[in-house]
């Protein structure tokens, strides 16, 4: 409730200090200032790379039980000890002289060094073992990659394949390692090619809307400042704030600065444009602009920040973290626009919207475009129109019942098969399960306990008897610490259901040992426990994010009905977004289901950037009714904002849409379903939907306020 009052608080200092900032002495002011900030982020724009978090363990929360396990493991095991396998398959070269061939490799595996010179290999290297059709071997190696250096992955697996480079065999690296490796290819080139391809497209669809050489300029220049000040600035909070980003937030981060900001400047631009016409000093032009859009531009940004601020509630680490990571950038962004943008657009004057420069008196082309003859026809039954949008868009929220987000897999994680996949379906293939994929129990070093500990595990089914032995189960080093630990093969992939069912029958196996206080962990364990904290994450959070943009759009309106109203219309928008992504991706795409956290993660950027272009339109529709009335003010509001919020969906659309370059799932799935459902809000929700309940309802909509003008007759309306 404090987040919202300071907002209130914010907005009422934009009003004051509107044309403070783009005066004729100021601006320049405000452009040495982000200069300085620009140059001082600019080192640390490479880098933030070099800070992220991404081990499955840092995904997690403290409470989790695997979590636990492998703090208490660490007499035994480095917690960043990354199991990693080799597969080694060949047509030509089987049985002995294969396992020989892989042997021979051991020593130069076990001495591999990280980057900085030090040994990698963690422990010693396991004997390589044989397929029972003699035509696969695996080893297993764990290397130590410390607390941040999973980025070392790719050059360690680089390393591997130089070894076991022989002629006539395929090598492949899987396991955790292998998959570590992979994803750090997925998530390549996140700082540029990302960011350059985002970039190109908002060019395009900036030069389409302005139909200027030169306009679209201003806007770009703002963003890439607002990008790369949000780059340094996160990179700063990372190392030393200990804020925890992933490749999964930096993805997202930048999609986001690029896309809000760019809606940012176009609604500014607009009203900046609008005023031109009406004033002849470009700095008084200015002045009002912002004094106009910029209280709904802040709550815009306003609510996303607190809609993501609401992500540190989630259980998840990596979902709490990419919330504040989110929300920084978007106010770093927002400041970026409401200062740098500005003081730009009045330094260049008028000349930076040539060829149709607007000049003093002339008339507003909005007025009779496209979205003030819909507003017309509206206008006529605007209930009629109201509940035929609402029932089509229920209509496709029943794709909803296909959703599947019980988590993927990881042949089903990518889409492209990279080498940890193909390495996995070869153990498949040749009955052989994944040594690095281990269950690990820790428990009470007391002898009896440990006993029956490790008997109770040895009727756990799914687990892999040990070869020349008839065991499940062996124990890890002597006891440590007054802990023991024991460790066992799933048979399954890691990221499967029936490893994770292998991993709920051992903890219900080893919980029932009295005295043991076990507790199991291991990469499945890490899986599974990912699973449930993202579908608690999905019952908590939710429900506070609608909270909270409820507040926010009630004090900004000054109003309960409207809020609710437009609450309803983008939970509504959400679904149908939602239910017609999912049968996208079971029949078009054919991908196997959804990651755990997407409905969350899709949610709340669909509610965040959805309220977006509702406050756009509905701060300009108070404005009008205070002097026309209600329903005169929804058409002049739809008329007026119409085109900069479509074209602000389009670039928002179209920039999430860039995330499905990343040959990941979840982010390909998160891209369209946003994408989506920010077309799914400009085009039909915010223009048809709720533009036709304002012209209906009336100034019931600001019950229990009152607008000043009384409303006028649906005639009047029109007219």
């Not at 607002?226 to 700063?236: D, P, R």
């Not at 008028?350 to 909005?366: D, H, L, Y």
């Not at 153990?427 to 281990?438: C, E, F, I, K, Q």
């Not at 369209?672 to 929700?685: E, K, Q, S």
């Amino acid at each position: 409730m404090q987040s919202v009052r300071t907002l209130v608080q914010a907005v009422s200092m934009h009003r004051q200090i509107a044309g403070t900032l783009t005066s004729p002495k100021t601006k320049w002011f405000v452009l040495a200032f982000w200069v300085i900030a620009l140059a001082a982020s600019i080192p640390f724009f490479s880098k933030l790379a070099d800070v992220q978090n991404n081990q499955a363990s840092s995904w997690l929360p403290a409470s989790a039980e695997s979590t636990r396990g492998l703090d208490k493991l660490t007499p035994f095991q480095s917690p960043n000890s990354v199991a990693t396998t080799v597969v080694y398959t060949s047509a030509t070269v089987t049985g002995t002289p294969l396992l020989e061939l892989a042997q021979g490799d051991v020593p130069a595996l076990q001495s591999i060094k990280s980057s900085d010179g030090a040994p990698a290999v963690d422990g010693k290297i396991t004997a390589p073992l044989l397929s029972q059709d003699k035509q696969v071997v695996q080893l297993t190696l764990n290397f130590n990659v410390g607390k941040n250096g999973w980025s070392k992955m790719p050059g360690l697996v680089k390393d591997i394949r130089q070894i076991a480079d022989h002629s006539g065999v395929t090598v492949h690296v899987t396991g955790q390692g292998g998959s570590a490796a992979d994803a750090s290819a997925a998530f390549g080139g996140l700082d540029s090619t990302l960011l350059i391809a985002a970039l190109g497209v908002v060019v395009a669809i900036l030069l389409f809307v302005y139909r200027s050489p030169t306009l679209w300029l201003v806007p770009i220049v703002s963003v890439v400042v607002g990008i790369l000040v949000t780059f340094g600035f996160v990179y700063m909070l990372a190392k030393y704030a200990h804020l925890t980003v992933n490749g999964q937030s930096q993805a997202i981060l930048s999609i986001l600065c690029i896309g809000a900001g760019t809606d940012y400047a176009l609604l500014l631009v607009s009203r900046y444009r609008e005023e031109l016409r009406n004033y002849e000093d470009r700095h008084e032009a200015m002045a009002h602009a912002l004094h106009r859009a910029a209280p709904a531009i802040l709550a815009s940004a306003g609510t996303v920040i607190l809609g993501m601020l609401c992500l540190t509630f989630a259980e998840m680490s990596s979902t709490s973290g990419m919330g504040p990571v989110v929300a920084v950038g978007v106010a770093v962004t927002y400041l970026v626009m409401a200062t740098l943008l500005p003081a730009l657009l009045v330094i260049c004057g008028r000349w930076i919207f040539w060829p149709k420069r607007p000049a003093v008196g002339s008339e507003e082309p909005t007025e009779s475009g496209i979205w003030a003859k819909v507003g017309q026809r509206i206008a006529v039954r605007p209930r009629a129109v109201w509940i035929g949008t609402a029932l089509v868009l229920g209509i496709a929220c029943i794709g909803l019942v296909q959703l599947n987000a019980n988590g993927l897999t990881n042949d089903h994680t990518y889409t492209k098969e990279f080498d940890s996949v193909a390495g996995q379906k070869v153990l498949v293939t040749h009955g052989m399960a994944d040594n690095s994929n281990r269950l690990l129990v820790v428990a009470n070093a007391d002898p009896v306990a440990a006993a029956a500990v490790q008997a109770a595990l040895e009727k756990v089914d799914g687990l892999a008897i040990l070869p020349g032995s008839q065991q499940k189960v062996f124990q890890i080093d002597p006891p440590k610490g007054g802990v023991i630990a024991f460790g066992a093969v799933i048979q399954a992939d890691l990221s499967t259901q029936t490893a994770f069912d292998t991993v709920s029958a051992a903890r219900s196996a080893v919980h029932a040992v009295p005295g043991a206080d076990a507790l199991v962990t291991g990469t499945s364990a890490m899986y599974l426990d990912t699973k449930l904290a993202s579908q608690r994450d999905d019952k908590v959070i939710i429900p506070i994010v609608l909270v909270v943009v409820l507040l926010v759009l009630m004090i900004l309106l000054r109003a309960l009905v409207a809020p609710l109203m437009l609450l309803a219309t983008v939970v509504l928008s959400f679904g149908a977004a939602l239910g017609i992504s999912v049968l996208l991706f079971k029949y078009a795409f054919h991908f196997a289901g959804s990651d755990a956290s997407f409905p969350l993660f899709a949610f709340v950027f669909l509610v965040a950037l959805g309220i977006d272009y509702n406050i756009f339109l509905m701060t300009r529709v108070r404005e009008e009714a205070q002097h026309r009335g209600t329903r005169a003010g929804a058409l002049i509001g739809l008329t007026s904002t119409g085109g900069v919020i479509t074209s602000a969906g389009l670039v928002l659309a179209a920039t999430f849409l860039i995330l499905g370059s990343l040959p990941l799932v979840f982010l390909a799935e998160l891209g369209v379903t946003v994408a989506l459902g920010v077309m799914l809000d400009t085009m039909i929700v915010r223009s048809i939907l709720v533009t036709a309940l304002n012209l209906d309802l009336g100034d019931k909509i600001w019950w229990p306020s009152r607008p000043a003008a009384g409303a006028l007759s649906p005639a009047g309306a029109e007219a």
